[in-house]
Nanobody
Framework: QVQLVESGGGLVQAGGSLRLSCSAF????????SGWFRQAPGKEREFVAA????????YYADSVKGRFTISRDNAKNTLYLQMNSLKPEDAAIYYC?????????????????WGQGTQVTVSS
C-alpha cells in the first residue's frame, strides 16, 4: 500500500504559478500510474492530469491543457503538477492519486490510493 502526501498549495494571484508535489511513502511510486484531480466547493471531483508509470503517456483536461504540466521523478518517489497562468476557476483542493495499473487513466474510479489534498486559492 502506498501513502500519498501533497504539498505546495497556497494563495496566488490570477496569472501566477504554483508547483504542487505529491510524495509517496511505503511503496515505489514508479509502480503506479498517477494523476491529479481537483474539487471545488459545491462541485464534483474532476480530472486534471494523469501520467503513466514510465511518464511516457500523459493526459490533460482540456481546461488546463497548455497551462499545467504533470511530471514525475520516480527516483525521488514524487509526482509534480506545475501550474502556470492560474485562473480563479482553478481554485480547488487538489488531490494526487495512484493507480496500480501501468497506463494513465482519466477516470477517478481507476485510482486506489489518494492523498489528503492541498488547497489552491486564486485571487482575481
Amino acid at each position: 500500500q502506498v501513502q500519498l502526501v501533497e504539498s505546495g498549495g497556497g494563495l496566488v494571484q490570477a496569472g501566477g504559478s504554483l508547483r504542487l508535489s505529491c510524495s509517496a511513502f511505503g511503496r515505489t511510486l514508479g509502480s503506479y500510474a498517477s494523476g491529479w484531480f481537483r474539487q471545488a466547493p459545491g462541485k464534483e471531483r474532476e480530472f486534471v492530469a494523469a501520467i503513466s508509470c514510465s511518464g511516457g503517456r500523459i493526459y490533460y483536461a482540456d481546461s488546463v491543457k497548455g497551462r499545467f504540466t504533470i511530471s514525475r521523478d520516480n527516483a525521488k518517489n514524487t509526482l509534480y503538477l506545475q501550474m502556470n497562468s492560474l485562473k480563479p476557476e482553478d481554485a480547488a483542493i487538489y488531490y494526487c492519486a495512484a493507480d496500480p495499473a501501468v497506463g494513465a487513466s482519466v477516470d477517478a474510479r481507476s485510482y486506489d490510493y489518494w492523498g489528503q489534498g492541498t488547497q489552491v486559492t486564486v485571487s482575481s
